[in-house]
C-alpha cells in the first residue's frame, strides 16, 4: 500500500508539473497570439535574453521625445502669457507717451523788466532730445485792455529763428519801438541750434 501512495504522490506531482508547464506554454501563446509582444520582448530586453532590443529603445526615446515636447509647450505657453504682458505695456508706455507728448519748458529772464520767456516744445518725455520748436513772448500791460501777450519770435524748422513773429498792432499797443524790440529779442533764451 506503501508502495501505491508513493506512486499516486509521484503521479500526482506530475501531473501538478505538466499542468503547470501547459499553463505557462498556453500563457506564452496567447501573449504572442493577443499581441502583447512587446511585454515579453521588454522583459527579454530587460533580463538581457534577448539581443533585439532597438525598438524598445526606440520607444524609450520617443516617451522621453514626448516628456520635452510637453515641457516646451508649457514653456511656449509662459513666454506667450509673457509676450502679452509685454504688449499691454508697450501700449501702455503708447498712451503715456502720446499724453505726455509735446511738452514745453520755460524759460524766464526777468533780471530786468519786462520779464521775456521762452518756451521750448519738444517731440515728448520718450524722446526729450527732439525739439519742435520754440517761442519767445513777454506779457505787457495795454492800456483798456489788461495783460496781453506780445510774441518776439519762434524758432522751427531745425533752428531757424524767426524774428519776425510778432504782430505791428500788438508793439503799437505794447507802446514798443524797434530798439526795444530787439533789446527785448536778445533777451529770449533759443536752445542751441543742432547740427
Known amino acids: 500500500m506503501l508502495k501505491f501512495m508513493g506512486r499516486s504522490l509521484s503521479l500526482s506531482i506530475l501531473s501538478g508539473a505538466i499542468a503547470i508547464t501547459f499553463v505557462i506554454i498556453m500563457f506564452l501563446m496567447a501573449v504572442v497570439l493577443v499581441g502583447e509582444r512587446p511585454v515579453v520582448r521588454g522583459l527579454a530586453c530587460q533580463f538581457g535574453i534577448s539581443s533585439d532590443c532597438a525598438g524598445q ?22 513666454l506667450m502669457a ?6 499691454a505695456l508697450l501700449k501702455r508706455l ?16 526777468s533780471n530786468s523788466s519786462p520779464t521775456v520767456t521762452t518756451g521750448h516744445t519738444y517731440a515728448s518725455l520718450l524722446d526729450p532730445d527732439t525739439l519742435v520748436s520754440a517761442h519767445c513772448y513777454l506779457q505787457v500791460e495795454v492800456k483798456g485792455a489788461g495783460t496781453r501777450q506780445v510774441n518776439l519770435g519762434k524758432m522751427s ?13 500788438e508793439l503799437k499797443q505794447a507802446d514798443l519801438s524797434a530798439r526795444e524790440l530787439s533789446a527785448l529779442q536778445s533777451r529770449c533764451q533759443w536752445p542751441e541750434k543742432s547740427g
Open 94 to 109: 503708447a498712451s503715456l507717451d502720446h499724453a505726455a507728448s509735446s511738452y514745453v519748458i520755460f524759460y524766464e529772464d
Open 82 to 87: 509673457r509676450n502679452q504682458e509685454m504688449e
Open 57 to 78: 529603445k526606440l520607444r524609450l526615446e520617443l516617451q522621453q521625445e514626448q516628456k520635452r515636447l510637453e515641457q516646451m509647450r508649457g514653456q511656449n505657453r509662459d
Open 157 to 169: 524748422d531745425g533752428a531757424k529763428i524767426s524774428l519776425r513773429n510778432y504782430s505791428k498792432a
